[in-house]
């Protein structure tokens, strides 16, 4: 059964550093990884699609990374700001055709001023 | 290219009352998912349309929650009656056939009182 885990599960940083979040999934065989980004009490907005074949994708200052031999994911945030303040969510998605996204319960990121 | 609608935005009802959300996917979107997600939760999915026709609804509580996609287009999830543990955002998401990756609406907030 497929398990998608994100550490940790929150991370405070002042304005301008560097940071990486964390998604490791249990079973390797996935078709492709998403992450989102989630303000509060709101939907899903998608931030990056790597596909199983693809080692990494970027979009101005992040960077996602994906390594299936060893389950894991990584977000990398460049130069964060207030504005990046959100929940970050990852999901596999494990079945053929976009069936079967499985998501982590995400990491709760704020960026002081 | 519209986004995936889904209204209302928030709802407040008492427990044992019926509510319904509705969620048009983008144009073309032949697939349509509804996800339910718990406070500090990762999404959850209840229900999957492939046009009309339904291809897993196995965590859909179906003692209490329906869903319909009539005419393959937009979808409508029922809960009938409510309880307290099911607060939470109920998202609505669309996508093509693929690995393309899913696309979400603004989600509806219902609270059960």
């Known amino acids: 059964k497929q398990e998608v885990t994100q550490i940790p599960a929150a991370l405070s940083v002042p304005e301008g550093e560097n940071l990486v979040l964390n998604c490791s999934f249990t079973?390797?065989?996935?078709?492709?990884l998403q992450w989102f980004r989630q303000d509060p009490g709101k939907g899903l907005t998608s931030l990056l699609l790597?596909?199983?074949?693809?080692r990494e994708q970027t979009s101005g200052r992040l960077n996602a990374s994906l390594d299936k031999s060893s389950g894991r994911s990584t977000l990398y945030i460049a130069a964060s700001q207030p504005g990046d303040s959100a929940t970050y969510l990852c999901a596999v998605l494990v079945g053929y055709n976009n069936n079967d996204m499985r998501f982590g319960a995400g990491t709760r990121l704020t960026v002081k001023p | 290219e519209a986004g995936v609608a889904q209204s209302p935005r928030y709802k407040i009802i008492e427990k044992r009352q019926s509510v319904a959300f509705w969620c048009n996917p983008i144009?073309?979107?032949?697939?349509l998912y509804w996800y339910q997600q718990i406070l500090g939760q990762g999404p959850k999915l209840l229900i999957q349309f492939q046009n009309n026709g339904v291809v897993d609804d196995s965590q859909l509580p179906k003692d209490r929650f329906s869903a319909e996609r009539l005419k393959g287009v937009d979808s409508t999830l029922k809960i009938q009656p409510a309880k307290l543990e099911d607060s939470a955002v109920y998202l609505c998401?669309?996508?093509?056939?693929?690995?393309?990756?899913?696309?979400f609406g603004s989600g509806t907030r219902l609270t059960v009182v």
């Open positions: 144009s073309g979107h032949a697939t």
């Open positions: 790597i596909q199983s074949s693809q």
């Open positions: 079973d390797s065989a996935i078709y492709n």
């Open positions: 998401a669309s996508s093509l056939p693929g690995l393309g990756g899913y696309t």
